[in-house]
């Protein structure tokens, strides 16, 4: 954990060029999540003000066919920042190279100065706990498992009590930004000497995306605003129950 909710000052006129950043050794293409993301170290010294020099950073692009898509990442840092919940800076950048805008996100391990970490995914955790859990698809994990997982550690002092007004402030900002990707993998503890901790609010713009879609495209929501009976509202709800998925 470092600068997550911290608002960071990027001039406009200084978007950051990562067309001679080097590749991070085992994740120079990041293999997580459906868009592409490159991992890349920072330079040492950095002409940027507002990096770390020699640290790393996540490149992410946007979807094929929603080019501005990365301005998703970088408002959602931004309201985080308002909200005063641990989101990681999220940046203006490009690849001269490619010619290819991005957001860059500032890896939330292995800060300067920092104690070792080490990153346990949330659908690892699941997978330690339910028998017989779908890895792949995820589809049992639930809130209960996660409450009573984290109680334990908190009961054995490995995990500060804050871990649910965290969970409370993690839930308000997905609801905010209308953010329904908080899957397993999307969250996470980090190890740390003597104890864990819940881990930053990563991936947090997946679902703002919705907003890049021409209104033409978008679902006819008009009947949606009718008062139902009790019976045809459920009957709706089972029927577009897998929506957004």
């Keep these: 954990m470092g600068r997550e909710g911290i608002w960071l000052d990027q001039p406009p006129v200084e978007p950051v060029d990562v067309a001679r950043w080097r590749g991070d050794e085992e994740f120079a293409v990041c293999p997580e999540g459906a868009r592409d993301k490159s991992l890349l170290y920072s330079p040492s010294p950095t002409p940027y003000g507002f990096l770390i020099p020699g640290h790393r950073y996540l ?39 490619t010619d290819t805008c991005g957001a860059l996100i500032e890896w939330f391990l292995d ?7 080490r990153y346990v995914s949330g659908g690892d955790i699941m997978s330690d706990m339910i028998h017989g ?11 209960e498992a996660i409450e009573r997982y984290l109680s334990l550690l908190a009961r054995k002092g490995k995990l500060g009590p804050a871990w649910l007004p965290w969970w409370c402030d993690a839930l308000l900002f997905d609801a905010l930004i209308g953010n329904t990707d908080r899957h397993r993998d999307n969250r996470g503890l980090l190890e740390i000497h003597l104890g864990s901790t819940l ?41 577009y129950k897998t929506f957004g998925d």
Excluded: M
Excluded at 133 to 143: L, P, S, V, W
């Design 59 to 97: 490149f992410k692009h946007s979807a094929k066919f929603y080019p501005d898509q990365f301005w998703t990442e970088i408002i959602a840092y931004r309201i985080g920042c308002l909200l005063g919940v641990p989101v990681p800076p999220a940046l203006v950048a490009w690849d001269s190279d």
């Design 111 to 117: 800060y300067p100065g920092a104690p070792p970490e």
């Design 133 to 143: 859990y779908d890895r792949k698809r995820g589809r049992q994990h639930n809130f």
């Design 199 to 239: 881990d930053a609010l990563y991936q947090a713009a997946d679902r703002l995306q919705f907003y890049n879609v021409p209104r033409a495209e978008l679902p006819d929501i008009e009947p949606w605003l009718e008062p139902l009976p009790r019976d045809k509202r459920l009957h709706r709800l089972n029927k």
